[in-house]
T-cell receptor, first 110, second 112 residues
Framework: KNEVEQSPQNLTAQEGEFITINCSYS?????LHWLQQHPGGGIVSLFM???GKKKHGRLIATINIQEKHSSLHITASHPRDSAVYIC????????????FGKGTKLTVNP | SQTIHQWPATLVQPVGSPLSLECTVE??????LYWYRQAAGRGLQLLFY??????ISSEVPQNLSASRPQDRQFILSSKKLLLSDSGFYLC???????????FGPGTRLTVL
C-alpha cells in the first residue's frame, strides 16, 4: 500500500464545475504539498500546508491532520486547469524526503 | 528572482552508454537540491538530494550517481544506462527542508 493515495485517478469535468481531488496518507507528516504537472511535464508548486486551509485564486487546499486527509478544490474550473495534480507529504522528523502520490489527471472540457 | 535550468530537455541513449544531466539554479545561495525520476505510469521518486557542496544523499540504490561540484549545480550521472533508466528526470530546489520545492523543466530520457 502506498503511503500517499490520491483519488480519483482520472477526473473529467465540464467547464465551470467545482472540482475536488482527495489525498490520504498513512504517516505522521510535517507538511503536505499540492503540485500541478502540465502536459509538457513541468511541475508547479501550488500549496504547502501543515494545517487548516489555504486559498490562491480559484484553488483551495484543506488538510485534516487528525484524519490524515487533504483536499484540493478548484472553483469555476476552466480547460486551462487540465493537468495532473500531485499530492506529496514530508514525514515528521525533519526528513528531506517527499513521498508522492501517483497523481490525479484532470481534464476540463469546454 | 530564482530560476532553475535543466539540460538537455530530451535525450535518447543506447543501453550501456553513459549519462550526464545537469541542473543549475540562479538567484539563490546554498539551496537544497533534489533529483527525481518519474517513470511511465508511476509517481515521482526521489533519487538524490544535497544540502551543500559535495554532500549527496541517495534514496534509492541504483546505477545512477549525483554530484554537486558547485553551490548551484547538481549533476546526475550514470556510467552504463539500463532500459529501466528511461523516464522523466526532474531537478528541484528549496531554501531548506521545510519550504516548498521549485521544479525545473525536466529531461525526458529514453534508453533504447
Amino acid at each position: 500500500k502506498n503511503e500517499v493515495e490520491q483519488s480519483p485517478q482520472n477526473l473529467t469535468a465540464q467547464e465551470g464545475e467545482f472540482i475536488t481531488i482527495n489525498c490520504s496518507y498513512s504517516v505522521g507528516i510535517s507538511a503536505l504539498h499540492w503540485l500541478q504537472q502540465h502536459p509538457g511535464g513541468g511541475i508547479v508548486s501550488l500549496f504547502m500546508l501543515s494545517s487548516g486551509k489555504k486559498k490562491h485564486g480559484r484553488l483551495i487546499a484543506t488538510i485534516n491532520i487528525q484524519e490524515k486527509h487533504s483536499s484540493l478544490h478548484i472553483t469555476a474550473s476552466h480547460p486551462r486547469d487540465s493537468a495532473v495534480y500531485i499530492c506529496a507529504v514530508r514525514a515528521q522528523g525533519g526528513s528531506e524526503k517527499l513521498v508522492f502520490g501517483k497523481g490525479t489527471k484532470l481534464t476540463v472540457n469546454p | 528572482s530564482q530560476t532553475i535550468h535543466q539540460w538537455p530537455a530530451t535525450l535518447v541513449q543506447p543501453v550501456g552508454s553513459p549519462l550526464s544531466l545537469e541542473c543549475t539554479v540562479e538567484g539563490t545561495s546554498n539551496p537544497n537540491l533534489y533529483w527525481y525520476r518519474q517513470a511511465a505510469g508511476r509517481g515521482l521518486q526521489l533519487l538524490f538530494y544535497s544540502v551543500g557542496i559535495g554532500q549527496i544523499s541517495s534514496e534509492v540504490p541504483q546505477n545512477l550517481s549525483a554530484s554537486r561540484p558547485q553551490d548551484r549545480q547538481f549533476i546526475l550521472s550514470s556510467k552504463k544506462l539500463l532500459l529501466s533508466d528511461s523516464g522523466f528526470y526532474l531537478c528541484a530546489w528549496s531554501a531548506d527542508a521545510y519550504n516548498e520545492q521549485f521544479f525545473g523543466p525536466g529531461t525526458r530520457l529514453t534508453v533504447l
